[in-house]
């Protein structure tokens, strides 16, 4: 019983890894976020369940990528490491920047700190880094800095270096995602349509990057790689060419996911300002005297479908 007892504690300690980026930002936010939408709740307020699990979900996948055998995988092999990379800089931010955290916080902390927040929000170096010629060049550039560099194996082989390289994948992909699908408030998001070139751009780089990665004639942090698998230089190869198809396969299925989201927060706008539209003209309607100037146009035309159910 003892032996079987310590074989269970071995396979849940292989299956749990406790990584530090993982930890220190995984864990903390998420219980924040849900203490805010308890606050909320308590207060008879309501908040979108739709938002929670987006956010939750997003804390899951960083955790999954960090603090399970996925995490010790991407310490020993470039597919590994692309494929915890993608996650931070791409999976985990969409779903964070989905549920609203700053607009969780904005409706729960005290009028003061609200007005400090709001401040820092719309300060200048936030206008700076959320413009979107800066925050897409550092989203996607910065793919092109770090891995054809020797960055990247300074960073895999520095524990500091690594936990910053983190913490940048998980904040630059934020910061793009949150200009691109946000729903926070936030200085000089633009329209829908005028993201789209945002999108295309990073489909266009992560599509370079993946080709790049495939077929270049060097290996990636070979010297680092070499060291702790041992492997030899044509099955280091192969695991960058598949590290290669990870970043080109989500990357590919992250800009569709993107698309549709923009889409469907397009028409809801659209539906919005019509809402808004159909109650200016019946509030227009109402002031009007019955049967005095300008009554007769507000009778609905009988061809116009749309005017008679305004009027419906």
């Known amino acids: 019983m003892t032996e079987r007892r310590a074989q269970v504690h071995h396979e849940v300690a292989a299956l749990l890894r406790l990584d530090v980026f993982g930890v220190v930002v995984g864990f903390p936010s998420l219980v924040a976020y849900v203490g805010g939408v308890v606050t909320l709740r308590r207060r008879g307020d309501p908040w979108s369940i739709a938002r929670s699990a987006s956010f939750a979900s997003g804390i899951l996948v960083l955790l999954a990528v960090t603090c399970t055998p996925l995490g010790v995988h991407a310490m020993v092999t470039v597919s590994g490491h692309m494929l915890q990379h993608m996650a931070l800089n791409m999976v985990v931010p969409m779903l964070l920047v989905l549920g609203g955290p700053l607009t969780l916080l904005l ?8 007005r400090c927040v709001v401040a820092a929000v719309h300060s200048s170096p936030v206008r700076f880094v959320t413009h979107p010629f800066v925050a897409t060049t550092i989203f996607t550039g910065s793919l092109f800095l770090l891995y054809f560099t020797p960055l990247f194996e300074i960073a895999m082989s520095n524990p500091a270096g ?3 390289m983190q913490a940048h994948f998980l904040a630059s992909g934020y910061l793009f995602f949150w200009l691109v699908l946000g729903t926070d408030p936030g200085p000089g998001r633009p329209v829908e349509i005028a993201r789209v070139p945002l999108v295309v751009t990073m489909a266009v780089a992560h599509t370079v990057f993946a080709f790049v990665v495939v077929f270049t ?34 990357g590919e299925l992250s800009t569709a996911v993107v698309i549709v989201i923009l889409l469907q927060q397009w028409f809801a706008r659209s539906e919005r300002m019509e809402a808004t539209r159909r109650r200016a003209r019946r ?17 609905p035309d009988r061809y116009d479908v749309r005017r008679i159910d305004n009027h419906a």
């Open 107 to 114: 409706r729960t902390v005290p009028s003061s700190m609200r």
């Open 162 to 164: 690594h936990v910053l």
């Open 217 to 250: 004639r060097s290996v990636l942090a070979e010297g680092y790689f070499r060291a702790v698998t041992m492997a030899d230089e044509q099955s280091l190869r192969a695991d960058q060419a598949l590290a290669g198809g990870i970043a080109w396969g989500i």
């Open 283 to 299: 509030r227009a309607g109402v002031r009007r005297a019955p049967g005095g100037p300008g009554a007769a146009a507000d009778e």
